[in-house]
């Protein structure tokens, strides 16, 4: 099946500084990319939807200017945590869309990175 | 509002044993349910599904049905092996499958 990657795996940063993690379809082409961030034993909650050459749709309630998403190229798509604080400490994992196949089938998750902020 | 329900982890059993993995589900309209699962390491990949109402999902001989008239979809292995050993998310998504809603996942581990 279609494989997305996630770049770096894990992080750790100080306080106050920004993190970018990057997200590549890596043998399809994705139009549509998902972020989503994954508490400690909760369920992953969608944060934006990216779209190539456009901007990003978010979800209500997360802040566009902290979490900046660039879909420059159909197969990398980048989250910016900027001004990362403790509280931004999460699991993020991104997912691709294959435009290729059957809707219901194609999206494609990556591994996840691990950001931990102190 | 939509949102998926879980059973808590993790899930301890005996290779060879019956598997359930409880899920409900609430959400407006007729959604399509998912089950994913995620190895150490690795991406959630789609291990099966079922869109409409009776329907059953199955693959690697898991299986679930979907019961509208009880809004769940529970996952059913009758024979585990050590190798299923992973976390279970189950999902809806409504419309242009855009949109997902996980469950909190089930750690299962399968010991020898």
């Known amino acids: 099946g279609a494989v997305v990657s996630q770049h770096p795996s894990w992080v750790i940063c100080k306080s106050g500084t920004s993190v970018k993690i990057e997200c590549r379809s890596l043998?399809?082409?994705?139009?549509?990319m998902f972020w989503y961030r994954q508490f400690p034993k909760q369920s992953l909650m969608l944060m934006a939807t990216?779209?190539?050459?456009?901007?990003?749709?978010?979800e209500q309630g997360v802040e566009k200017d902290k979490f900046l998403i660039n879909h420059a190229s159909l197969t990398l798509s980048t989250l910016t945590v900027t001004s990362a604080h403790p509280e931004d400490s999460s699991f993020y994992i991104c997912?691709?869309?294959?435009?290729?196949?059957?809707?219901?089938?194609?999206?494609?998750f990556g591994p996840g990175t691990r950001l931990t902020v102190l | 509002g939509n949102s998926v329900t879980q059973m808590e982890g993790p899930v301890t059993l005996s290779e060879e044993a019956f598997l359930t993995i409880n899920c409900t589900y609430t959400a407006t309209g007729y959604p399509s349910l998912f089950w994913y699962v995620q190895y150490p390491g690795e991406g959630l990949q789609l291990l099966l599904k079922?869109?409409?109402?009776?329907d059953k999902g199955s693959n690697k001989g898991f299986e679930a049905t979907y019961r509208k008239e009880t809004t769940s979809f529970h996952l059913e292995k009758g024979s585990v092996q050590v190798s299923d050993s992973a976390v279970y998310f189950c999902?809806?998504?409504?419309?242009?499958?855009?949109?997902?809603?996980f469950g909190s996942g089930t750690k299962l581990n399968v010991k020898p």
């Open positions: 043998d399809f082409q994705a139009t549509t």
């Open positions: 997912s691709a869309r294959d435009p290729g196949g059957d809707p219901s089938d194609t999206q494609y």
């Open positions: 990216s779209n190539e050459g456009s901007k990003a749709t978010y």
């Open positions: 079922a869109t409409k109402a009776d």
């Open positions: 999902a809806l998504s409504r419309n242009n499958f855009n949109k997902f809603y």
